[in-house]
């Protein structure tokens, strides 16, 4: 929380399980949540809670346990998320997403991806949460982008305008996205990303092959808004809950694009996303993945997306951000 006040940020995102938080029906464990309240009321950081992962208890009958998912039953969320907004009214836990990319075949329980299904799950969980705490706002689990891939993943712009179709305006003040960056420029539209990325020189090919919305910070989040308005829903932002480029190198053979991205361009880019965004206007509070995965879990795919060394030695994104104008 001190790095996020040293660059001038004031929100951090946090995941949280429900599933360690509520091993036996209705026994709240907020034991471990509640320095993370503290560390950031001092800090005057607004934090944004992502709630994931059903307890085994709340899952369907012969659940795949090797993947997490969501509950049977939606109201056994509701009852967690508003005990969770309840406890901490009035502190700096701002907002609750519900969920995280369920378009998604492991991130719903290996289960059929069904966003009639995902709007079943929020429409309890908003209303328990406005029910204990008016002033959080309820954010939308953010898709993946993803293009449609059978049973593993259901295209992002499809997923949501389903769940537009099934009243996602009436129940979020904001709508979750994860514009991924990939190897290819903020600014950089998912029809010239292929141009872009030979004219820098690419190995990851993804733009070029299998050319889609999705490998491009930009057309994601214009394609979100353009969904959200052409459903009524101008007046709601879209929340960018999870968004980067990897560089430096992949640690994992399966994110070869990170192979491409120097920690320059990782700078660049991001802070142009950033400048792109309040500009356009209806853009919520942005969370950039991550902050210390280097720190925290070296090595992994995840730390790929880092802003500071292991040693907490600010990487050039870092003093860009810090230098960035708010």
């Given at each position: 929380m001190d790095k996020t006040k040293e660059m001038g940020f004031t929100w951090m995102k946090q995941q949280i399980e429900w599933r360690i938080f509520e091993s036996n029906p209705g026994q709240y464990g907020f034991g471990d949540i509640g320095p993370i309240i503290g560390a950031a009321n001092l800090r005057g950081v607004n934090l944004l809670f992502s709630v994931v992962n059903a307890p085994d208890w709340a899952r369907e009958p012969g659940f795949d346990a090797s993947v997490g998912g969501p509950p049977a039953d939606p109201q056994t969320l509701a009852n967690f998320v508003g005990a969770l907004a309840r406890e901490y009214c009035g502190s700096s836990l701002r907002a609750i997403e519900i969920w995280?990319?369920?378009?998604?075949?492991?991130?719903?329980?290996?289960?059929?991806?069904?966003?009639?299904?995902?709007?079943?799950l929020l429409r309890p969980s908003?209303?328990?949460?406005?029910?204990?705490?008016?002033?959080?706002?309820?954010?939308?689990?953010?898709?993946?982008?993803?293009g449609d891939n059978g049973s593993f993943a259901m295209d992002d712009f499809r997923y949501l305008e389903e769940m537009f179709k099934n009243g996602l305006a009436g129940y979020v003040d904001g709508i979750g996205a994860h514009p991924s960056g990939y190897n290819v420029p903020a600014s950089v539209t998912w029809q010239n990303a292929c141009a872009a990325i030979q004219q820098s020189g690419n190995s990851f090919n993804g733009a070029c092959d299998n050319p889609h919305h999705s490998w491009s910070f930009r057309s994601t989040m214009e394609g979100y808004r353009n969904i959200a308005v052409v459903?009524?829903?101008a007046n709601i932002p879209i929340w960018p809950t999870e968004f980067g480029?990897?560089?430096?190198?992949?640690?994992?053979?399966?994110?070869?694009?990170?192979?491409?991205?120097?920690?320059?361009?990782q700078a660049v880019w991001t802070v142009e996303a950033y400048q792109m965004m309040r500009a356009w206007g209806w853009v919520g509070p942005a969370f950039l993945w991550n902050l210390n995965?280097?720190?925290?879990?070296?090595?992994t795919e995840k730390a790929q997306w880092g802003i500071v060394r292991n040693d907490w030695a600010p990487l050039p994104v870092f003093d860009a951000l810090r230098a960035m104008g708010k």
């Open positions: 995280n990319e369920q378009n998604l075949h492991y991130e719903w329980g290996n289960k059929p991806l069904n966003p009639a299904e995902y709007m079943a908003y209303a328990a949460i406005k029910a204990a705490c008016p002033s959080i706002y309820v954010i939308s689990g953010a898709p993946t982008p993803a459903y009524g829903a480029w990897a560089a430096g190198g992949a640690f994992n053979p399966a994110y070869a694009y990170a192979n491409d991205n120097s920690y320059d361009e995965f280097r720190v925290v879990a070296n090595g």
